[in-house]
C-alpha cells in the first residue's frame, strides 16, 4: 500500500495539492515495486541495474518526503520559479536555421543530409521477454 | 500519442460541401422535427442521428455514435515557435533547423509573438474564452523526431477554452435545406510540431527531417458533440474555411497543415458511453468522412457479434477503406507532464489591464486584436445573402470551392446584369462544367471578364439564353475568343424583325395543320412542338417567348 501512495506521488502533477491528507510518514522511505521500477525504466529509460540502485531511490524519494512536513492548507501553490518573470515575446523574424551540415556532424549515420534512426521505437524486452521488437 | 508517420500521398481535391458518398447519418433519417428552410441563428441541437444496423433482429436497438475531434492547424508564420527558423513547406532536408530546434544542449526556447497573435485570433473567431494567464508544459514520449524527447505544450493551462463552431449540414430531400450545427471547443492550446519521418523499410532505418520541428500548431480540441462522419467533415472544413479567412493557417490538409485526428466510440442512447478508438492518418476531408463512418460501422458490427472493442489507436488506409490497429505493445502511453521550466506563464492584457507605458511590442492586447479581426465566413455567407437576395445553400456553396467567390465577386464587379442571373450561371453552368472535367476554379478556361460579357449580352437582348448556353460552350473550348466574336461568328444574334418571324410562325402553321387543330381542340401543352420548329428553324436565333406569343395571337384569330 505504501509503494502505492508512492506510486501516486510521483504521479500526481506538480503544482498540485498531494490529495491525501497524512504529514511526513513517521516511518521513512517504503518500498517500491518491481512493477514500478519497470515502468520507470521504460518511461524514462533509464536502468535501475541493480538492488542498490533502487535503493538508492527508495532514499531519495524520503528526502523529498521532508517536503510534507510543511503545511500548506489554503497555500496557491507556485507554478514555476520564473512565475513572477516577464515572458519575452521574439518578432517574427528568420534568424536562424541554413546549418545542415554542422547539425549533421553530430550524427552517427547520415543518408543525404537526413539523420538515420532505427525504425520506429524499439521497446525494452519485458522482464519475461527476451527479444525486442519494433514499435509500429 | 505517439508521433504520426506519415507520407503524404497525393493532391487531394477539395471535398466541396454536401455530398458524401455512402453511410450519412443525415440521409438515412433526416432528424424529426425537421426545421424549416433557411434558419438563420438559431442554433438547433437537433436529435443524434441514429443508426440501424444492416439486418434487423428481433429486440434490435438503435445505435449512437460519439466522435470527438483534435485537429492540428499549422500556423502560418515566418519563423517557429521558439525558435528563428524559417517556417517552409519544402526546403532540402534540415536546413531549416536551429540549434534549438535539433535539441541541442545550451539552447532555450523564445516564444514567438505572431504565434500568439494567432492563437488569440482563433480563440476569439471561435467564440472561446481567452486566458489572460496560460502555462507551457512539457509532454515526454520517445521518438526519433523529437529530437528533445517532449513536446513543448499546454496541458495544465491552455491559451483560450469553451468555445463553439457552427457548421452547416445539407439535408432535406435535395440536399438543399442547410441546418445550422454547433461543436462546443473544449481548448485552443499552442504546441510544437516534431519532425518528419521517412521509413526505409527495406533497409531497415528511418530518414529523420527535423524541418518541421518546432513550427508552431494549434490544437483544437473538440467536444464529442459530432455523430457521424458528414457533421465531422463539414466542422473541419467550416473551421478551415476560419483559419483561412482569419490568416492564422493556410489549412490545407494536402500539405499537412491540417491534421485531424478522431475518437470514436458507439453506445446504445440512455446506456453509458463505449470504449473509444482513436483514428489516425486522416489527410483530406472526403477520407475523414469514410474513415468515421467506416469505423463507426465495424464497431457497431464488432459489438453485435458479441465481441469487443479496444481501446487502441487505428490507422485509415484509403486504397482499402478501411481502419487497421496500429498494434500498440506499450499499453498505455504516460507523458509524464511537468511545466516547462524555461518559460514563465503567458499573460495577456486588454484594454482595461494594459500596464501604462508598457512596449508595444511585449505586450499583446485580446481587445485590440478583437477589433481587427477580419471577415468570418459565417458573417460573409450572411452578407451574400443580403447583399445579393441568394439562397443561404447557394452562399455556402460559393464559399466552399476554392476560388468562386472571388470569381463571382469580379463577374459582379464587370456586368450590369442582375446579382441573381450571375448566381445561376455562376453556380450552375460554370460550376457544372467545372466539375464535370474535375477542374478548380483557377484552370478555368472562362474569365470572369468573359463571362461578365456574355452576360450582358443576355442581359440586352441581343441573344436568347439558349443562344447563351451555346457561347459557354465555345468560350469552354479555350479558342480565345471573346463572346461578341463567337455571337456574331456563329450568328446567334435575336432576329430583331418580327415582321420575318411572323412569316415564319404563319409558313409553320400552314406545314402542320394537324398540330393546328389539336390546338384549336383544346390541347394547349402541343403548342411547344410548334414553337420548337419555330425555333429550329430559326437556328436559336429567336426569343422562345416572342415566338409563343405570335403564334398565340394567331391562333386566336
Not at chain 2, 517532449?150 to 430531400?173: D, E, F, H, W
Request: charged letters at 25%; one cysteine or more; aromatic letters at 6%.
Amino acid at each position: 500500500m505504501w509503494s502505492r501512495l508512492v506510486w501516486l506521488g510521483l504521479r500526481a502533477p506538480l503544482g498540485g495539492r498531494q490529495g491525501f491528507t497524512s504529514k511526513a510518514d513517521p516511518q521513512g522511505s517504503g518500498r517500491i515495486t518491481a512493477q514500478v521500477i519497470e515502468h520507470l525504466e521504460r518511461l524514462a529509460l533509464v536502468d535501475f541495474g541493480s538492488c542498490e540502485a533502487v535503493a538508492r531511490l527508495e532514499k531519495a524519494i524520503a528526502f523529498a518526503d521532508q517536503l510534507r512536513a510543511v503545511d500548506t492548507d489554503g497555500v496557491e501553490p507556485m507554478e514555476s520559479v520564473l512565475e513572477d518573470r516577464c515572458l519575452y515575446l521574439r518578432s517574427d523574424n528568420v534568424v536562424e536555421g541554413n546549418c545542415a551540415d554542422e547539425l549533421l556532424q553530430n550524427s552517427h549515420r547520415v543518408v543525404e543530409e537526413y539523420f538515420v534512426a532505427p525504425p520506429g521505437n524499439i521497446s525494452l524486452p519485458k522482464l519475461d521477454e527476451q527479444e525486442p521488437f519494433p514499435h509500429s | 500519442m505517439a508521433a504520426p508517420m506519415q507520407r503524404w500521398v497525393g493532391r487531394g481535391r477539395h471535398w466541396t460541401f454536401a455530398r458524401v458518398d455512402g453511410g450519412s447519418c443525415h440521409r438515412r433519417e433526416a432528424p424529426t422535427g425537421s426545421t424549416s428552410n433557411r434558419i438563420r441563428g438559431r442554433s438547433s441541437v437537433a436529435q443524434q442521428p441514429l443508426y440501424t444496423t444492416q439486418k434487423p433482429r428481433k429486440g434490435e436497438h438503435k445505435w449512437a455514435a460519439v466522435v470527438g475531434l483534435e485537429i492540428h492547424a499549422q500556423i502560418s508564420s515566418n519563423s517557429k515557435l521558439f525558435s528563428g527558423s524559417q517556417v517552409r513547406f519544402s526546403a532540402p532536408p534540415n536546413s531549416l533547423v536551429s540549434f534549438f530546434d535539433a535539441s541541442l544542449p545550451g539552447t532555450l526556447p523564445v516564444l514567438n509573438r505572431r504565434c500568439v497573435e494567432a492563437a488569440v485570433m482563433t480563440g476569439l473567431a471561435l467564440n472561446c474564452h481567452i486566458n489572460k494567464k496560460s502555462l507551457f508544459d512539457r509532454k515526454h514520449y520517445f521518438y526519433a523526431d523529437l529530437p528533445a524527447g517532449y513536446q513543448i505544450t499546454q496541458q495544465r493551462l491552455p491559451i483560450a477554452v469553451n468555445g463553439s463552431l457552427t457548421y452547416g449540414v445539407c439535408a432535406g430531400k435535395k440536399q438543399s435545406q442547410v441546418i445550422p450545427k454547433t461543436v462546443r471547443i473544449k481548448q485552443i492550446q499552442l504546441e510544437q510540431d516534431s519532425g518528419k519521418s521517412l521509413h526505409d523499410d527495406l533497409r531497415s532505418q528511418t530518414l529523420i527531417d527535423l524541418n518541421r520541428a518546432g513550427v508552431g500548431l494549434l490544437e483544437v480540441v473538440l467536444e464529442p458533440d459530432l455523430s457521424c462522419g458528414e457533421e465531422a467533415a463539414t466542422a473541419v472544413r467550416e473551421l478551415q474555411l476560419i483559419l483561412q479567412a482569419l490568416g492564422t493557417s493556410q489549412a490545407n490538409m494536402a500539405e499537412g497543415q491540417l491534421r485531424v485526428d478522431a475518437n470514436i466510440s458507439v453506445h446504445h442512447p440512455g446506456e453509458p458511453l463505449g470504449v473509444r478508438t482513436e483514428v489516425k492518418n486522416l489527410n483530406s476531408i472526403r477520407f475523414l468522412a469514410k474513415a468515421i463512418d467506416y469505423e463507426i460501422q465495424r464497431q457497431i458490427n464488432e459489438l453485435e457479434n458479441g465481441g469487443e472493442i479496444l481501446n487502441e489507436t487505428r490507422s485509415f488506409h484509403y486504397q482499402l477503406g478501411c481502419t487497421m490497429s496500429m498494434r500498440d505493445k506499450e499499453g498505455k502511453q504516460d507523458y509524464r507532464f511537468m511545466p516547462e521550466p524555461n518559460l514563465p506563464p503567458l499573460v495577456l492584457y486588454d484594454a482595461t489591464s494594459l500596464p501604462a507605458g508598457a512596449d508595444p511590442q511585449q505586450v499583446i492586447n485580446i481587445d485590440q486584436i478583437r477589433e481587427t479581426l477580419p471577415e468570418l465566413p459565417s458573417v460573409t455567407r450572411e452578407r451574400l445573402v443580403q447583399q445579393y437576395g441568394m439562397l443561404l445553400e447557394h452562399s455556402f456553396t460559393l464559399l466552399n470551392e476554392v476560388g468562386l467567390l472571388e470569381f463571382f465577386q469580379n463577374v459582379i464587379k464587370e456586368t450590369r446584369a442582375e446579382p441573381k442571373k450571375v448566381t445561376s450561371w455562376v453556380l450552375n453552368t460554370f460550376l457544372g462544367y467545372l466539375k464535370q472535367q474535375n477542374l478548380a476554379v483557377s484552370e478555368s478556361p472562362v474569365t470572369p471578364s468573359a463571362l461578365a460579357e456574355l452576360l450582358d449580352l443576355l442581359d440586352s437582348r441581343t441573344i436568347s439564353s439558349a443562344a447563351a448556353k451555346q457561347v459557354f460552350e465555345e468560350l469552354w473550348k479555350r479558342e480565345g475568343k471573346t463572346p461578341g466574336q463567337i455571337v456574331s461568328e456563329k450568328q446567334l444574334e435575336l432576329m430583331e424583325d418580327r415582321g420575318a418571324l411572323e412569316q415564319l410562325c404563319h409558313s409553320m402553321m400552314e406545314a402542320h395543320p394537324q398540330v393546328v387543330m389539336d390546338l384549336k381542340k383544346g390541347n394547349p401543352r402541343v403548342i411547344n412542338k410548334l414553337i420548337g420548329l419555330v425555333r429550329k428553324a430559326t437556328q436559336n436565333r429567336a426569343d422562345p417567348a416572342m415566338i409563343k406569343e405570335i403564334l398565340e395571337k394567331k391562333l386566336s384569330s
